[in-house]
Nanobody, 122 residues
Framework: QVQLVESGGGLVQAGGSLRLSCAAS????????MGWFRQAPGAEREFVAA???????YYADSVKGRFTISRDNAKNTVYLQMNSLKPEDTAVYYC????????????????WGQGTQVTVSS
């Protein structure tokens, strides 16, 4: 497992942008699939985006075209750039890491961060 620490959440108006960061410990960061998930109050946790290999990415339909996931293996960090934010993007955002078969299945990730709150006001 790796230790993950998210940062960058906050309060933003609809249409605004935020960039989340997730710093990971460990020397095998580059070999892990890194995922972002989110959980709104009263809702199930849902997949947002993932990146693996050098730069392969995959997005949930709800964020495609607005969010961008990227990673810097030299810094052991993964980012989530969120543009054109909507009130429905309000949630606690979590990063996760593991070597997974199905990047959208949160049950396959063993390492999770503590989460960072994103609130989008209308």
């Amino acid at each position: 497992q790796v230790q993950l620490v998210e940062s960058g959440g906050g309060l933003v108006q609809a249409g605004g942008s935020l960039r989340l960061s997730c710093a990971a410990s460990g020397r095998t960061f580059s070999s892990y699939t890194m995922g972002w998930f989110r959980q709104a109050p009263g809702a199930e946790r849902e997949f947002v985006a993932a990146t693996w290999s050098a730069s392969t990415t995959y997005y949930a339909d709800s964020v495609k075209g607005r969010f961008t996931i990227s990673r810097d293996n030299a810094k052991n960090t993964v980012y989530l750039q969120m543009n054109s934010l909507k009130p429905e993007d309000t949630a606690v955002y979590y990063c996760a890491a593991d070597r997974v078969r199905n990047v959208v299945d949160g049950r396959q990730y063993a390492s999770w961060g503590q989460g960072t709150q994103v609130t989008v006001s209308s």
